[in-house]
């Protein structure tokens, strides 16, 4: 690996974006955090997302918003088929 010049302004420039990339991230990871806490049904789903090993912050956070806290699926086959755990019957989506 080559050394690190200091003095290099792109160096300098990618490390600077990098730390302000970091406070972003944290302050976005906050404000989420907070609308967990504040609304019942997201933290349940959550706290239930969040037992199941292998699912962390970040992976029970995207499930809530991409499924619209569970909210946005008529039917529990189109869940079960958009995680890929069975196959989807397309009659019984049509009914």
């Not at 990618?14 to 944290?26: F, G, R, S, V, Y």
């Not at 029970?60 to 869940?79: G, R, W």
Request: with cysteine; net charge negative.
């Amino acid at each position: 690996m080559y050394p690190v010049n200091k003095n290099d302004i792109i160096c300098a420039s990618i490390e600077q974006k990098i730390k302000d990339n970091a406070k972003l991230i944290a302050k976005l990871v906050e404000q989420l955090l907070i609308i967990v806490e504040t609304d019942e049904l997201i933290k349940l789903n959550y706290l239930l997302l969040t037992s199941i090993r292998g699912i962390g912050m970040v992976n029970a956070l995207m499930t809530v918003a991409y499924t619209e806290n569970f909210e946005s699926f008529k039917m529990p086959e189109a869940m079960r088929f958009m995680l890929g755990w069975c196959h989807l019957n397309t009659a019984q989506v049509q009914a």
